[in-house]
C-alpha cells in the first residue's frame, strides 16, 4: 500500500491496519528467534509500514 492510498483511508481503517501489521511483525519475529524466516528485510519493511500508518493517522488527528 502507497502513502497516497494509506492517506485516503479513515481513522478506523488506519487504526486497522496497524493491528494486523503489529500481528505480521509478531509472527515475523517468532519465526526468526525460531530460524524459520526466510526474508529477514521483512521485519524492517514490517516496522516501517507501521511507523508510515501511524504518521498518516497523526496527520489525521491533527487536522481534525
Known amino acids: 500500500?502507497?502513502?497516497?492510498?494509506?492517506?485516503e483511508l479513515n481513522a478506523d481503517?488506519?487504526?486497522?491496519h496497524i493491528e494486523e501489521a503489529h500481528k505480521t511483525l509478531f509472527g515475523a519475529r517468532f519465526k526468526h528467534s525460531m530460524?524459520?524466516?526466510d526474508n529477514t528485510a521483512e521485519l524492517r519493511q514490517l516496522r516501517h509500514?507501521?511507523?508510515?500508518?501511524?504518521t498518516v493517522l497523526n496527520e489525521k488527528s491533527k487536522q481534525a
Not at 1 to 7: A, H, Q, S
Not at 49 to 54: G, M, S, W
Open 1 to 7: 500500500m502507497k502513502i497516497t492510498e494509506m492517506r
Open 35 to 37: 530460524h524459520q524466516l
Open 49 to 54: 509500514r507501521i511507523a508510515q500508518l501511524k
Open 13 to 16: 481503517e488506519l487504526n486497522t
